[in-house]
């Protein structure tokens, strides 16, 4: 078990990068805690697969260091980083029983017979595997498979950390959330350093303590799933995480009022900088409804079991509102108000107002 | 309660048809010669198992099925393991693979009379390329015209050059499709390189293997042109090979119903034989 710490990461798949635009990964500087579950969450092809294999040594980085516990491992190959990794899809051998698939890391690494046995039982045991040991593992349905993939990853008691590679992709969804929570009761007991890589912000906020979002081969923000969702750092975290995603409203920003199609918001702090593309930002959640406010006209109400998502135009620019009861009636007038506390500016897409003091 | 269509069989017939003139009626002609006794003149005189007695007890035939079976091991153990071997070391991806292929494609395209030729000449003493070589370069005394042991090493050489790709591109086509999480998992699980063949590379090629090693086996248990060609069974008897030793009954001897009987015989046993290997190569599959 380690702390990992990934030092001016930079990594490109070209032999000679010119422009930033060549890097895969833009300059990654983070330190993740020794026992914490992280998730790395971004849509596909944002560079988040290649963090993880650098992390896990399957790919070298073109600039910059990995380091476990302030060592330098970044020239290190895998099975001496003492990582493990669940990939996408689980990865098995076939020919080999159960039990000889999750004693096979052991063996390789020349442990005794008698520490292989107490450990594939004791693994087998927190997996719920005991009664399938001794079946061959190419027969075993794929929740049962990706276990044993996690399991030859924690069958080794001294792994620095655990990756997972969008480890759930394959698995049926009524099994999926099964096999969540086998997840994290495991981080539990193992205490392993897990980091977790997916582009399900489901699966990415229940399973991690603290959450790196990435966009475009950078890390745009940082934080537990509170703060990710509650103040968003950068509106493609706003509108990435949350269903419906932020409102990403085009305004003009006022010291700590923001113009939108000529009405007047109040921001939860004064706006700073000045020039480039300014947005508003406000989650659905805090858009309500009153007898006064902006007004706008409803085009759309979808039932989504929990609540209801209300589509409504204020002049040209569509938003959404989330509100659980008086709906409002498609084809209306209604009156918005925004949550001054939950309003933002961004400029360029990067948070531009100050929290009030509170 | 359930209805009895009868209307099925009807969709059957055209492919029975087929099947019955392809091979069938064909084969109950062999059945037919392989049962009697015939001197021309469409005369038949009932023979019964007599022939097939004939054949099994004949030294001539026990001589060339050895030799057959002899021949057929030789093939299989080299060129299996060298095709997975040549395999293995191609590239997986960039500019060498197509040229991989296509090299690898090559000797496969070449008619197999070619082959024959080709062998032939390239190994001629005196005037062959490769027989001058041997015999006056290196001073190895070689002629498969006359000794037995060079014929048979020329005739198998021939056999791995221009059979060994088949085996190669099936297991290259097998490897090819291993994800790369399987390769990555065995380096992070510390795994031998001999580890990575025996429990990823060969499971994943075994479809594909078992499909090279029936078609070797009766490819090179029925080859009949390309030692025919080279050596046309000699020196002596040496190469005369079983397909070699038929043809010489039926065309050359005109006995047309031990050479029936003998065609019989054979089928049998490339049936058998390929049976045996695909029931031993997918027992594992079936528990």
């Not at chain 1, 996408?88 to 039990?99: A, E, H, S």
């Not at chain 1, 075993?140 to 950390?161: E, F, H, T, Y």
């Not at chain 1, 009524?174 to 096999?179: G, I, S």
């Not at chain 2, 040549?86 to 090299?103: D, E, H, N, Q, T």
Request: charged content about 20%; aromatic content about 10%.
């Amino acid at each position: 078990m380690a702390q990992i710490k990934l030092s001016n990461l930079r990594h490109s798949y070209m032999p000679t990068p010119k422009g930033p635009e060549d890097y895969a990964l833009k300059e990654i500087d983070v330190t993740w805690r020794d026992g914490g579950a992280y998730a790395l969450l971004g849509p596909s092809g944002c560079g988040k697969s290649t963090l993880l294999n650098i992390i896990s040594g399957l790919l070298t980085p073109s600039e910059g260091q990995i380091l476990f516990d302030g060592c330098d491992v970044t020239a290190l190959p895998p099975d001496q980083r003492n990582i493990a990794q669940v990939f996408q899809f689980p990865v098995i051998y076939d020919t080999m029983t159960v039990r000889e698939n999750l004693a096979f890391p052991l063996k390789n690494r020349g442990v005794d017979p008698a520490t292989i046995a107490r450990r594939v039982d004791e693994i087998a045991q927190m997996l719920d595997v005991t009664d399938m040991l001794d079946t061959r593992a190419s027969g075993l349905s794929p929740d049962n498979k990706q276990k044993i993939s996690m399991g030859r990853g924690l069958v080794r008691d001294d792994v620095n950390a655990v990756m997972f590679d969008e480890p759930l992709t394959v698995i049926d969804p009524h099994l999926k959330w099964k096999l969540r929570s086998k997840l994290k009761e495991l981080h539990q007991r193992v205490k392993a350093t897990m980091i977790y890589v997916t582009h399900d912000q489901t699966e990415a906020l229940t399973f991690a303590d603290e959450v790196v979002v990435m966009q475009e081969g950078e890390v745009v923000q940082i934080g537990t799933p509170v703060e990710l969702f509650e103040r968003p750092q950068h509106t493609f975290v706003g509108h990435f995480i949350g269903s419906p995603g932020m409102n990403v409203l085009p305004c003009e920003a006022k010291g700590d009022r923001a113009v939108f199609e000529g009405h007047e918001v109040m921001l939860e702090g004064p706006a700073h900088g000045d020039g480039g593309r300014t947005d508003l930002g406000i989650r659905p959640e805090y858009v309500g409804f009153g007898d006064t406010g902006i007004p706008a006209h409803v085009t759309k109400v979808s039932d989504i079991g929990r609540h209801y998502v209300v589509s409504a135009m204020v002049g040209n620019t569509a938003l959404k509102a989330v509100t659980e009861h008086s709906v409002p009636e498609p084809g209306s007038q209604v009156f918005l108000q925004f949550k001054p506390e939950q309003s933002r500016v961004y400029r360029d897409g990067w948070i531009a107002t100050e929290e009030r003091a509170q | 309660m359930r209805t009895e269509n009868q209307k099925a069989w009807f969709f059957v017939l055209p492919v029975l048809a087929l099947v019955a003139f392809n091979a069938l009626v064909p084969m109950m002609t062999v059945v037919n010669y392989s049962v009697q006794e015939t001197f021309g003149n469409n005369q038949f005189f009932w023979e019964g198992l007599g022939w097939f007695e004939q054949i099994l007890r004949s030294d001539r035939f026990q001589a060339a099925l050895g030799r057959q079976f002899l021949f057929t091991a030789m093939i299989l153990i080299i060129e299996v393991p060298l095709g997975i071997i040549v395999a293995l070391s191609m590239p997986r991806k960039g500019f060498w693979v197509p040229v991989c292929l296509v090299l690898m494609a090559l000797p496969m395209l070449i008619p197999w009379n070619v082959v024959g030729s080709m062998w032939n000449i390239f190994t001629l003493p005196k005037i062959g390329l490769l027989g001058y070589f041997l015999n006056d370069v290196l001073g190895i005394n070689y002629d498969m015209t006359q000794q037995p042991l060079s014929a048979w090493i020329t005739v198998i050489v021939m056999d791995v050059w221009h059979w060994t790709s088949l085996v190669v591109l099936l297991c290259y086509a097998g490897l090819v499709s291993i994800p790369d999480a399987y390769y990555q998992a065995a380096k992070i699980d510390g795994a031998s390189p001999w580890s990575v063949f025996r429990y990823i590379q060969l499971p994943k090629m075994k479809t594909v293997l078992t499909i090279a090693v029936l078609l070797r086996f009766m490819d090179s248990f029925n080859i009949y042109t390309e030692p025919f060609v080279l050596t046309g069974g000699g020196p002596g008897n040496s190469t005369t090979l079983l397909s070699i030793d038929l043809v010489k009954i039926a065309l050359g001897q005109f006995d047309l119903g031990p050479a029936a009987a003998m065609s019989l015989i054979y089928f049998a046993i490339t049936l058998l034989v390929s049976w045996v290997f695909y029931t031993l190569m997918t027992k594992d599959d079936a528990q």
